[in-house]
């Protein structure tokens, strides 16, 4: 059984009290940041406050719509772009239509259909319909490589992002490097093979909106060899959004994610530890905290998997259930056996089925019936999935 010293009995007390706190915001802005990094605090409150804001979610602007009328959406759009020129609140504009309309799904459709059957001139409206058609096409055309997909998919895709052009450019004329609307405009140019006039708009997106943290994280991914760029523009533009993360600091997240997409090499070799490390230290990256929780778990150190773990659900907002059960592991190691039960719970709890969450609970019920005297110590090592 792994020894627990008095510093990971203090890490085992910080989780438990910051777990306890219901406002996932005030968790990711008051829990510690991990031992030996040197994060930028204002990236992490801004990331905090990307992550847990309240935005609109489509439920209730369908319900805010059917209350109160188009007007209510459109004084709530109307107050995310004035929030636009604060770097704090910056992104949202962009957030409250990617998180909404960017669904290919029906819910989308309708409202989108019937805010601009209500206000056919409306700059939003047309936003939020020419969004949905864009994240429509997306659908039609499915995820296969190009010599498995089927004509009429590509018929369907290339018919959906021409009715989303059409409501994206009538928006663009009225209020002209929209931001939510270059957006999907950038993917219709992308996706139909207008590679030089998606990198021109692109360009001048940035140029206009130099710290707008969604043009970077789409030039991030468009300028990737696949699309419209090449490993040099990608350098290129890592060293942009580095610059002006000085005005920005939520554009470190892209310095960070192009290092991931450099550095990565799928399947075929493994991450070096030197390679992490570095990354790590750029700024909070979830792909990264995630690899080194499971790095340190393997070579025999719970804490530190622990903490990493925890900054996974720390600033995560999904559910991440293969970090609650590393830290669950982590935490029977060092006879946390209380906290190791919450984490398997709530990890089951949101995967039902999870395999090592399975494990996890098997492990604890052998740790339960140890300490109850039922049985020999099946624990006398680290537990291991």
């Known amino acids: 059984m792994h020894r627990t010293t008095e510093a990971e009995t203090?890490?085992?007390?910080?989780?438990?009290?910051?777990?306890?706190?219901?406002?996932?915001?005030?968790?990711?802005?008051h829990y510690p940041d991990p031992r030996d990094v040197h994060w930028d605090h204002r990236e992490v409150d801004l990331l905090c406050h990307f992550q847990f804001d309240p935005l609109m979610s489509l439920g209730q602007l369908q319900q805010t719509f059917d209350a109160k009328g188009?007007?209510?959406?459109?004084?709530y759009f109307d107050g995310l772009l004035k929030d636009q020129a604060r770097i704090e609140t910056s992104w949202k504009l962009d957030e409250a239509f990617l998180r909404t309309f960017s669904?290919?799904?029906?819910?989308?459709?309708d409202l989108a259909d019937a805010w601009l059957a209500r206000s056919p001139d409306n700059v939003w409206a047309h936003v939020a319909s020419g969004l949905q058609h864009v994240a429509a096409a997306g659908e039609a055309r499915g995820g296969a490589f190009s010599q498995d997909t089927s004509d009429e998919r590509f018929a369907r895709m290339a018919q959906l992002d021409a009715r989303g052009a059409e409501d994206l450019r009538r928006a663009l004329i009225a209020v002209?490097?929209?931001?939510?609307?270059?957006?999907?405009?950038?993917?219709?140019e992308a996706r139909e093979g207008e590679r030089l006039e998606a990198r021109d708009r692109l360009e001048k997106a940035l140029h206009e909106h130099p710290d707008n943290f969604m043009l970077h994280e789409e030039a991030a991914r468009l300028l990737q060899r696949k699309w419209v760029g090449s490993d040099a523009d990608l350098v290129a533009e890592q060293e942009?959004?580095?610059a002006a993360g000085a005005s920005n600091p939520l554009l470190i997240l892209i310095v960070s994610q192009i290092e991931w997409t450099r550095r990565s090499c799928g399947d075929e070799c493994a991450w070096s530890t030197a390679d992490l490390e570095a990354m790590n230290q750029i700024g909070p990256s979830l792909p990264v905290m995630r690899q080194i929780a499971?790095?340190?778990?393997?070579?025999?150190?719970?804490?530190?998997?622990?903490?990493?773990?925890t900054e996974v659900l720390r600033m995560s907002p999904t559910s991440e259930v293969a970090s609650r059960t590393e830290r669950g592991l982590a935490r029977l190691s060092m006879n946390d056996v209380k906290g190791a039960e919450a984490d398997a719970e709530a990890a089951l709890a949101a995967k039902p089925g999870f395999e090592r969450a399975l494990q996890l609970m098997q492990l604890i019920t052998m740790r339960h019936r140890f300490d109850s005297g039922q049985g020999p110590d099946r624990l006398s090592k680290q537990p291991t999935i």
């Open 176 to 188: 002209p490097q929209l931001t939510p609307a270059t957006y999907g405009m950038l993917w219709v």
């Open 294 to 309: 499971q790095r340190r778990a393997r070579a025999g150190g719970p804490a530190d998997a622990a903490i990493y773990a």
């Open 103 to 109: 669904c290919a799904c029906k819910e989308a459709r």
């Open 10 to 29: 203090a890490i085992i007390g910080d989780m438990a009290r910051f777990d306890a706190y219901p406002d996932r915001l005030a968790r990711c802005l």
């Open 240 to 242: 942009r959004a580095r």
């Open 70 to 75: 188009p007007k209510a959406l459109e004084r």
